[in-house]
């Protein structure tokens, strides 16, 4: 059974800092990465790493997200700094495998002003 399990979510003031992380099981890798959802809007992507760690990240996060991936482990992170308000939303661990793309169940994002 594949799994993507994410954990680190939580609330914090802006311009603080939260590290999430999401470990998966089950199958092989090949790009992985984070999805985030706020009330109201469409799922967008904020960060992807490949197997060979070419990252890529939505303008409005770079210079202050960093994707990270431990590949032995199966396991992705992403540490935010400079949180704003407008980060707030679900995040949501992605992966594409061989054939199939999964899930994780989503962390809340929480940043407060």
């Known amino acids: 059974q594949v799994q993507l399990v994410e954990s680190g979510g939580g609330l914090v003031q802006a311009g603080g800092s939260l590290r999430l992380s999401c470990v998966g099981s089950?199958?092989?890798?090949?790009?992985m990465g984070w999805y985030r959802q706020a009330p109201g809007k469409q799922r967008e992507l904020v960060a992807t790493?490949?197997?060979?760690?070419?990252?890529e990240y939505v303008d409005t996060v770079k210079g202050r997200f960093t994707i990270s991936r431990d590949n032995a482990k199966n396991t992705v992170h992403l540490q935010m700094n400079s949180l704003k308000p407008e980060d707030t939303a679900v995040y949501y661990c992605?992966?594409?495998?061989?054939?199939?793309?999964?899930w994780g169940q989503g962390t809340q994002v929480t940043v407060s002003s």
């Open positions: 790493i490949t197997r060979g760690g070419s990252t």
């Open positions: 992605h992966a594409r495998g061989l054939t199939t793309t999964y």
């Open positions: 089950g199958t092989y890798f090949s790009i």
